[in-house]
Structures are given as C-alpha cells and as structure tokens.
C-alpha cells in the first residue's frame, strides 16, 4: 500500500451514467468506495483508489463521471473524465450489454488508439445481449457481468491481469542498465534541501530497484566518495549522483568511470531522454527575449534557493541569454498561450506517472517548443555532457550529432 499512484497501473473504468461503474468499482474492490445509485449521475469528479490486483501488483482504479452527463457542470465532469482515460493505462469501457453502442461511446474509444489493454466490460447481462456490441467488443476483449455485480467479477480480474501486462509501463530507474552481481555506487548529498530524516523518492527508488535486480550498492556523501572509490576492489557498472554534485563527483572518480545522475534516470523513466537531448541542443539558438516556461508537477515544499524558481532560471540567465523571461506553472497552460514560449524546462516529473509526462511532450511537440528538463540542464551546466549520457548509447549518439569539440554547433 505504500506504492506511490503514480507508480501504479492505472485502471479507469468510463462509460455513459449509470452503466454500472461504480458498482463495478466497488465489487472490485469488495467495499464501497463509490457511492451506488439507480439516479443517474451519481459519481460527480473521479474517484482514484489504491487496491492490489494479484499477478498485477499494486494499482490505482479510477470511477470517472458518466461520458453523457449534461449541463455547464457536466461538461466540465467529462473534460475530467477524458483527461483520466488520456492518461490511464487500462482504459476500461463499462456498458450495458442489452442496449447499442451510442457515438458518445465509440468517440471515447476512438480517443484511445494506442492503447494496447483497453477492455470492454458488459454489464447487466442478465438482461440480454445487444449482437452488434456483443461482436464489437469481443474484437477488443470483453468480460461479462450480471447487474448487481456477482457473476463475472472473478474473469474480470483475470482480463485485467493479462490485459495489464500488455499496457505501456514504466521502467524501473535502472532497466536495462546493469545485471545480476554488479555493483554501483549511489551519490546522494545530504544538504539542507534533504528532508530531514530520509531521502528522496528517486534515490529510494533507485535503492529498491538495485535489491530487485540482484545487485548491490553502496550509498554515500559526495564527501565521502573519493576515500571509499579508493578502497575498492570491484569497478562499480555505474555511479549515479545527484545532478547538483555532478561537477564534484565527475572529479572524485577516473574519467572511464560510467556516471549519470538520478535526474537523467527518471527523465527517461518518466519521459523521453532522446527529447530532452534535442531540448539541449535547442539551448544554442535561444533568442535574446527568449520566454521559458518552468514546469513543475506538484506543490512540492520551496527551499530558499529552490531549483526552479531560483537556481535555474540564474544559471539560464548567466549561461544561454541574460534577458530570458521565466514562467512557472504546475500544468500545461491553454494551447493558445504555448505558443508565446521558446522553451519549457521540465521537473524530474517523480511524483506523476509517465503517461502525464509523454502527455505534455506530445502537446508541446505538436507546437514545436524544445523541452528539456532539469537533470539535462543541470548537466549541461556542469559540463558533463555528453559523459553522463553515456550509458545510454541512442542518446548518446543524438547528443554527438552536430556537437563540436567546443560545445553544441
Ligand atoms: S520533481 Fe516535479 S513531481 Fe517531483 S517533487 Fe519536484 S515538482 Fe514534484
């Protein structure tokens, strides 16, 4: 239960008011979480909840408000509803079985190419079945339940689980990165940004994900690192440190020494690396007033000389253009006020899943602003580029292509 939502699968159950998905939801989960009316319209905002579902693991289900709620209000339910299913992994269609398929329905699903573990769940089969949904949604995979929710709860569980392994999931920090019996070193700077008493959600993640793939570490101070790296007699596969004691660290150990950094790792976990390269470059031709918006993901707590709002846009102005305008906000702003923007500069984004992250970059692929993100800058600032993208080869690559000796051409 200690899985962050943001790690978990997620799950979101979306159809027209009063299909059965809050019924659906409860019998899941097997308590009431959502509250059950014959009204229509009962489930007014999404309600998100944690549960474990067997070979799944941890996940977090979502009840949305029906697709065909109405009024000023309604409208605003289902812009919700649809932002959920955008960023969901198992989209789940919950629809009558007796009654056609409406256009409402079918554009939701449209809206969801892409999406591997889409399923189809008809509900109050007892009551008969519509043959031209019944085929249509056998195509996509379907389970069916009798209304209240009693039969078919258990196959559901099951779809859910084979359909799970099939949705886009995140990888774990270090996938694909190191194997069985290797060792690493982890850099983690306990200063007064540190919150007291324990460490940051990617350095844990980091820790755990070590354990998991049969490898060890050892976790250290960037003071301390130089004497220990002496004493060693195993090369560690990797050192990864905190981007703000790149410079230091990069010092501290042979030049041949693989090295990236936390943030460089969740930018790949949680976005696209090879975008975030690209953004770099983009650093080159920033104009004189250029406008950078700071995108930050949650309310997280502000130090004194906080990254984004303080130390990044004085290193931005000291190193690309002095004159350059900040903006900070937690969410894509509007479309129509993109395009005001010369650069976004991302947060590590490690409170929000991936699917957000990938859905920001398509937005502001689709108006063409380069997006980089802190971990790239940071270590574009110290200088360690191209050295702390090495142990991603692709990356790597992109990053070389167009790079001189003296810096990006
Ligand atoms: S990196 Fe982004 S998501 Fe993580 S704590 Fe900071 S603002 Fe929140």
Redesign the pocket.
């Known amino acids: 239960m200690n899985t962050p939502l943001a790690e978990r699968p997620k799950i979101v159950l979306f159809g027209l008011r009063n299909a059965g998905k809050s019924s659906l939801m409860n019998a899941l989960m097997a308590l009431d979480v959502s509250i059950v009316s014959p009204t229509p319209g009962t489930t007014t905002d999404p309600v998100t909840r944690p549960f474990e579902l067997g070979a799944l693991g941890p996940v977090a289900i979502t009840d949305t408000a029906g697709l065909d709620d109405i009024g000023d209000l309604g409208a605003l339910r289902v812009e919700k509803s649809l932002e959920r299913l955008r960023l969901s992994d198992i989209p789940v269609l919950v629809t009558r079985a007796d009654t056609p398929l409406t256009d409402i329905e079918r554009l939701a699903v449209g809206r969801l190419q892409g999406k591997p573990a889409l399923m189809v769940v008809l509900t109050h089969c007892d009551s008969g079945y519509n043959q031209e949904k019944y085929d249509w949604a056998r195509a996509i995979g379907l389970v069916a339940v009798e209304s209240p929710v009693r039969k078919g709860i258990e196959e559901m569980r099951r779809l859910l689980e084979k359909k799970g392994a099939k949705a886009d999931r995140e990888d774990s920090p270090l996938e694909g990165l190191v194997s069985e019996g290797d060792f690493l070193i982890l850099v983690t700077p306990i200063d007064l940004a540190a919150p007291k008493g324990r460490l940051i959600l990617p350095q844990v993640e980091t820790i755990r994900d070590t354990l998991d793939k049969d490898c060890a570490c050892l976790v250290v101070k960037e003071r301390e690192l130089f004497s220990f790296y002496q004493v060693l007699n195993k090369r560690p596969r990797l050192v990864v440190c905190d981007s703000q004691a790149f410079a230091k660290v990069a010092a501290d150990i042979p030049a041949d020494q693989p090295l990236t950094s936390f943030s460089i790792l969740f930018g790949r976990k949680k976005g696209d690396l090879a975008v975030y390269v690209r953004g770099v470059k983009a650093l080159a031709t920033m104009p004189a007033d250029a406008k950078v918006l700071v995108l ?3 309310a ?1 707590h502000q130090q004194a000389d906080d990254i ?1 709002t303080v130390k990044i846009p004085r290193l931005f102005r000291q190193l690309v253009q002095p004159r350059a305008e900040f903006h900070h906000a937690r969410q894509l702003p509007p479309e129509e006020e993109l395009a005001k923007f010369s650069m976004v500069i991302n ?6 899943s991936r699917n957000a992250v990938l859905d920001r970059l398509e937005v502001l692929d689709r108006w063409n602003i380069p997006v980089l993100n ?1 971990g790239l800058f940071l270590a574009w600032v110290n200088g360690l580029l191209p050295r702390a993208l090495e142990p991603f080869p692709e990356e790597y690559a992109l990053y070389l292509q167009g790079t001189t000796e003296e810096g990006i051409s």
């Open positions: 930050e993901s949650c997280h984004g947060c590590a984004g490690c409170m929000v802190y």
